[in-house]
């Protein structure tokens, strides 16, 4: 076997070489900030007349949300009588004869009373409809209210008792306080 031989050289050491040592804190100039500048004039007046058009857009959106979200308070009132008394199961129903099933009677508790209108042709400029409710054992008709072919629902003014007629007519604007012709649109209310 031949031997090997391993010959060791001496490691020479570098002058410029250090060997690390521990960190110092190096301390930083400091830092100069350039002098504080106040805004001039014209841009404050910019600044005052972008928040003078937020306020007023904000204002307008506002009164825009106010106005359309919240509803008449008389109209919303006639509008829940007139769900309530639609939707009583125990309110009577009364189609109008000669209405071919456009106009019907609803008679609820205390003989509160609406029209139920159902594709009613428009009356013609300068007119109107008129509701009259006969009473039992009377030939004098009693004005209930006006309307327009434009509503579906017609709260009548006046209540019909057991027995009553309430009939429909065309008449002029503003409507008289009697029946210019023959009431043919008829609606009566069954006696018990």
Do not use: H, K
């Not at 308070?73 to 189609?95: G, H, I, N, Q, V």
């Amino acid at each position: 076997m031949a031997s090997t031989r391993v010959q060791l050289v001496p490691l020479e050491r570098d002058e410029e070489v250090r060997e690390a040592s521990r960190g110092a804190p190096m301390p930083f100039p400091a830092l100069e900030l350039p002098p504080a500048r106040r805004p001039g004039w014209p841009t404050l007046a910019a600044l005052a007349m972008a928040c003078g058009i937020v306020a007023i857009a904000l204002g307008t959106w506002a009164f825009v949300a106010e106005t359309t979200s919240s509803p008449d308070p008389t109209r919303s009132a006639a509008d829940e009588r007139s769900l309530a008394l639609l939707t009583d199961a125990r309110a009577e129903r009364y189609p109008f004869r000669g209405a071919a099933g456009r106009i019907t009677l609803v008679v609820g508790e205390g003989n509160a009373a609406l029209l139920a209108l159902d594709g009613l042709g428009a009356p013609p400029p300068g007119a109107a409809y008129a509701v009259w409710v006969v009473p039992r054992a009377s030939a004098v008709p009693l004005a209930a209210g006006t309307f327009d072919a434009a509503e579906r629902v017609v709260e009548l003014t006046r209540p019909v008792p057991t027995g009553a007629r309430v009939g429909v007519t065309l008449e002029r604007s503003p409507a008289p306080e009697r029946p210019s012709r023959t009431l043919r649109l008829v609606a009566v209310r069954d006696g018990s």
